[in-house]
């Protein structure tokens, strides 16, 4: 039976709306238990709080500072004539270029509305009530959401201190007969770390029989082709239960037409297919991720970029003194040393956009995406002087 919750308890009970408040009666307490997904505050809204003419930038949500891949943005011209059509259910074209780039069959790929819709396929498709799911503390906050909805249990593992690194023998100490869900952002956000090889294999030998290990690759592309890097594609391909996460957000600058895909065994895809809905990523999308996929000439200089980048925030930290979380992505979680809410708020007066830590449980720390070389110049100055207005925390 759906738990209810008392309306004193409703959100709707302070309106003193009688009407609002008994709909609330009959809403499961997993929807309300639900914590808002907190996006990174976006440029226009900042303009208007703020009344900032300047230029504002935005280095909270890990989208590529070079913008969107220009062979995406060429095949999206092509797709606004076709506007008035719905888009191919299948994702026809977009499947064929993605399974032609990886050397994998079309049937083993599901696409979704950014790869936060096939995180909630998961939960959908593959959770019931009072199964549990097994993440990294702090992660991506998707994960327990998803779990959530569907009545099931998130069980959450420390990461490793200092180095904020999934704890693989802890989270496979945390495995029970009712795991069915593993999480693991491979780079991680939002600490920036990496799994090797020997780490995934150690998962998948604990892993208990219906269980699944989900590699979420939002930010793989910046380690493909290193030479430990367990690449989800390759785990699967030899026949392990690992479902692989992708998505056109990040490298590939597509954030704003909302593009990800799902990597696994055609059994699993087909189970997932069964939940989504049918015309799930729109026609815009398809096009330009078709051809984005295949823009290795932009990807080979969002790497390079954001190599140099690493470095420059990195050194500009050693020089305020500060310590930082080693990053593997494109984004870098650096401790101020202060209270984080404190330092956002009066980088935001100066037009610059970053996260805070404390909603990952870190309440010193900041996590900055790596921008353009100006915009890293801007953040460190910005923070350079903001720091100097603002007491340390006693630790
Ligand atoms: C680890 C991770 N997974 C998935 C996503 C979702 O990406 P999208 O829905 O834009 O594909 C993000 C976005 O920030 C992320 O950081």
Known sequence: MTPTLSVTSSP??????????????DIAERVLALKPYQPGKPIEEVKREFGIAGEIIKLASNENPLGPSPAGLKALALATSKLAQYPDGGCHDLRVAVAEKLGVSGDMLIFGNGSDEIIHLLGLTFLQEGDEVVVGDPTFV???????????????????????????????????DKTRLVFVANPHNPTGSVIGKQEVEFLLKRLPCRAILI????????????????????????GA?????????????????????GVAALELIRLLNQTRSPFNVNLAAQTAA????????????????NAGGLSQLTSGFARLGLTWIPSHANFVMVDVRRPCRQVFDALLRRGVIIRTGDIFGMPT???????????????????????SHISETTP
Do not use: C
């Open 290 to 305: 078709a051809a984005a996929i295949n823009d290795d000439e932009f990807v080979a200089a969002g790497k390079s970029l």
């Open 241 to 261: 239960p690992v479902i692989g996460l992708r998505t056109f957000s990040k490298m590939y600058g597509l954030a704003g037409l909302r593009v990800g895909f």
């Open 142 to 176: 998707l994960y327990e959401a998803t779990a959530t909805l569907a009545g099931a249990h998130t069980v959450k593992v420390p990461l490793t201190r200092p180095e904020y690194r999934h704890d693989v023998v802890a989270m496979a100490d945390a495995f029970t």
């Open 12 to 25: 709707f009970s302070d309106s003193g709306n009688a009407a609002l408040a008994e709909i609330s009666r």
């Open 215 to 238: 590699l979420d690759e939002a930010y793989g592309e910046y380690m493909y082709g290193e030479p430990d890097f367990p690449a989800a594609r390759d785990i699967i391909l030899s």
């Open 365 to 387: 720390h900041i996590r900055v995406t790596i921008g353009t070389a100006d915009q890293n110049q801007r953040f460190l100055n910005e923070l350079e002087s903001t720091l």
